[in-house]
């Protein structure tokens, strides 16, 4: 069974991925700082990175998760408590976002493993883009990653 911590990492990091397969690049920690700070809440890059991670402390303010959540366009209750289920709008999205991954592994693939045997990288190829054809805008989107590299690791806890 998952930490607490580790259970709001997972529904926050399904939260972000929703947000890839929408609008086709990741949501940055800036825009998540900003739209809080609109509503009158701070959230330090630390703390967002160990609420991503679930490590450190559990994050459980709930106006804080009330506020992500209305950011997100899901009902509170997915990031506050115990609610094991998915929101509608998330749950929809999840198979386009593991073809959205396998795009990513089929374009990472296709630069780094030129010397592999032909008959090896068509097998990966077809088995890949049977999972992608189910959701063409997949493809287009792992072509197209967001280049924003905030959400590393702070310097300093």
Not at 3 to 22: G, I, K, Y
Not at 26 to 48: N, P, Y
Request: hydrophobic share 40%.
């Amino acid at each position: 069974m998952l930490s607490p911590q580790a259970q709001l990492a997972r529904r926050l990091n399904l939260l972000l991925d929703v947000v890839v397969a929408e609008r086709g690049k990741a949501v940055t920690f800036r825009e998540v700082q900003a739209d809080l700070e609109a509503r009158g809440i701070k959230l330090s890059r630390a703390r967002w990175f160990y609420m991503k991670e679930g490590t450190g402390r559990l994050v459980s303010d709930p106006v804080l998760l009330a506020e992500l959540c209305n950011i997100f366009n899901v009902d509170p209750s997915y990031l506050i408590g115990d609610n094991a289920n998915l929101p509608e709008r998330i749950d929809s999205q999840l198979e386009f976002v593991k073809s959205l991954r396998a795009a990513r592994v089929k374009t990472f693939a296709a630069r780094t493993l030129g010397d592999v045997s032909p008959e090896t990288l068509r097998a990966i190829s077809e088995y890949l883009n049977k999972d992608i054809e189910r959701h063409p805008g997949a493809e287009e989107a792992a072509a197209n990653p967001s280049e924003d590299t905030e959400d590393e690791p702070p310097a300093t806890p």
